[in-house]
């Protein structure tokens, strides 16, 4: 039996058996990863630690099968995230895009930034930003995944594109060059990253 902790963000559980919950987690370290929270459906403590959407600090024991989720303690619930419809809604089709569209064990790196950003960002948002948040997010995620075109910061600049202060267009070219840099991913990036779908 072995132990490792990981920063991270669930993006999925289902129940299993009377007790217990299938948690499905997305890390910076360990990429998409699956472990079992024992009696968590039971416990309003465990259960709203790794409650759906939550940043958490979680402990796995690993031996035969899923690992066990052990110690777990919140970074931020993004409570909002479960409790209004459409927050709940944009957050689940990030979630999903996320799960299909990585493997298991697959580190995460700049990509769990980026939802967690994200994430962070939704929770925050007002009606208007919404829109912009869910574009952002999937122009930054395909960006990281490295699907979409290069394009640099004088082309950026050319091409006049709507929303995009000087900071975002530093930042936008970054995303999509997929470079060894790391882009520190402040909350309202994926908002001017949204912003540029605008006409």
Known sequence: MTRERHDALVLRHVDSG????????YSREAGRLSAVTRGSRGSIRRGSVVDLFAHVDVELTKGRGLPTIGEAESVDAHALLRTDLTRYAIASFVAELVLVTTAEGEPGGPQFDWVLATFGSLDASVSGERRDLLLGFQLG???????????????????????????????????????????????????????????
């Open 18 to 25: 009377e007790r217990d919950r299938v948690v499905t987690l």
């Open 141 to 199: 995620w395909f960006g990281l995944m490295g699907v979409l075109p290069t394009l640099d910061a004088a082309g950026l600049a050319e091409a006049e594109l709507p929303g995009l202060d000087e900071a975002a267009l530093l930042v936008v070219p970054k995303l999509l060059r997929l470079g060894a840099e790391r882009v520190e991913l402040e909350p309202g990036i994926a908002r001017a990253l949204g912003e540029t779908t605008r006409i």
